[in-house]
């Protein structure tokens, strides 16, 4: 397991994730903050229209929780995760009627093909050994009719982006290229295949036709 992996496992980091580690670094690398990312996260899954919103990698919870309080009335999110860290602190901070927490793989999602009206994965398809299976695996949750969206790193085709891949990829953290998301989307069927790129992230969101 490599460093970046073992640190999402760790306590100690579970606990200062949401609260520092997470709006700091997202901030410099993107220049948007949290307050941002979330409300583009519920306006591009259109979780008014909603009833289920599956958050991959959710961490301690504060985008799932976040999330659930915008679903259409006897909506539900559910946060799924491999770190019990992680979901352990989603449980005591992020915990409510109306979310749930699941420990599983993202490579291999514990739920039947269109289980949920809208899926996300916000800053994590990087540290997933196999990313490409994982956006597959979101696809094939996601309901006819249902929006998903993704946050992940971008790599700039330039010197630049070649030194950042090297340094950020000594301790685990993979950069895509910008062709590599909105091609799987497109060759999966998905329509209305948004992307933006703000610094060193890049924000995807598209539909599964109806």
Not at 46 to 74: E, K, M, Y
Request: proline share 5%.
């Amino acid at each position: 397991m490599n460093l970046a992996r073992r640190l999402m496992n760790h306590p100690a980091f579970a606990l200062v994730y949401e609260r520092v580690w997470r709006p700091t670094s997202f901030f410099l690398v993107s220049g948007r903050t949290m307050r941002a990312d979330r409300a583009d996260a519920v306006r591009t899954l259109q979780l008014d229209r909603a009833r289920t919103v599956l958050d991959i990698a959710c961490g301690p919870g504060n985008f799932t929780r976040h999330l659930s309080a915008h679903l259409a009335v006897g909506g539900h999110a559910v946060g799924i995760d491999m770190s019990v860290a992680m979901l352990r602190q989603a449980r005591a901070d992020n915990a409510g009627p109306e979310v749930s927490y699941v420990r599983g793989d993202a490579q291999r999602l514990p739920f039947p093909d269109g289980s949920f009206d809208a899926v996300c994965c916000f800053g994590a398809l990087y540290l997933i050994p196999d990313p490409l299976t994982a956006a597959q695996e979101m696809i094939r949750v996601l309901a006819p009719g249902g929006r998903i969206a993704v946050s992940t790193s971008h790599r700039h085709e330039n010197w630049f982006g070649r030194a950042v891949t090297a340094i950020f990829g000594t301790i685990g953290l993979r950069f895509f290229h910008g062709d590599e998301f909105p091609k799987l989307f497109a060759e999966a069927g998905l329509i209305d295949v948004r992307q933006r790129v703000h610094g060193l992230l890049q924000y995807l969101d598209a539909s599964r036709p109806a």
